[in-house]
């Protein structure tokens, strides 16, 4: 009997990789054009007239300053977030680090104040490092850190928050020390049967060049999180213009409820962390303390970010990993807020 035959279209079908790669690229693309298609519906609808009651004009103002105030501090951390995937060999963060895992963690944290990188970058940044011998505990920290704490995301929270240092510095301790909490606590609590690594790396690839893989990163983190910026700024413009003040005095008037509210907010939305300082900035009817949560939960734990560790590490890490960040980033926000805000 004669062996079965490959089919054909095997020898053609695209990587997994260049795929996702695509996916994820034209994430921020179709966000565009939905847009731009709403607009001519709008438009050829005989909407016009509704486009320009004031109500409309204040939600596209207060929209086009989110968005134009946050765009350059996107630009700037996406294009080092690429330089550092494409040029910073994994290897010199493992030697940089101790050995020791427990002294390795807040090193990994700290680093993230120094080293740039967007949400969607660290997760495959700290798998790349995971199989590089970094200790899982360091990476998940670094994970953590570096969308939060570096000089483009502290830079855009004092130029969103003028006369407010404290609000920076707030910022800093609190991410800091959810980092490193959940670092330690994998050390203590974490099981190597959650962890499923992919086999998938991003980084630099045999037969590729440097400057390649810097511009197609770039590419894809620019898109893929402007994306998520211009989805962030209609929405919060949305709930500033369109929400009634009965339910904002609900909500900000307790300080729990105003915590809470604004975590899950930051959870949903998914907004860039280069860009979400911004955004936090235009919840004037919240407390400081709650925009803070919203500045702290937001580059941790959001709806694409377990979606990405989820494909990295598994979804048995992913669930608990997410739960449990979202909770000590909450708690400590709250702590951190209440001293110093």
Known sequence: MAPELEPAHRA???DEEGANRLIDTTTGVGVAVSVLVLGALLIQGG???WLDRPGFRAWQTTCVAIAVQAMPFLVLGTLISGAINAFVPAEAFSKALPRKPQLAVPVASAAGVVLPGCECASVPVAGSLIRRGVPPAAAFAFLLSAPAVNPIVLIS?????????EMVAARLIASLAVSMTMGWLWLRLGRPEWLQLSAANRGHRTGHSRWSEFRLGFQHDFLHAGGFLVLGAMAAATFNTSMPRSWLETFSGSVWLSVLFLSVLAIVLAVCSEAD?????????FSP??????????PMVDVKLAALQAGTFGRAF???????????????STVVGWWFL
């Open 12 to 14: 053609v079908e695209p």
């Open 47 to 49: 909407a016009i007239g």
């Open 157 to 165: 929270t004092a130029m969103a928050f003028p006369g407010s240092p």
């Open 277 to 285: 300082a911004f955004v936090a900035a235009s919840l004037t009817g």
């Open 289 to 298: 303390t709650a925009r803070l949560a919203f500045m702290v939960v937001g």
């Open 318 to 332: 992913a669930l608990r990993f997410s739960m449990a960040t979202a909770v000590v980033a909450i708690a400590t």
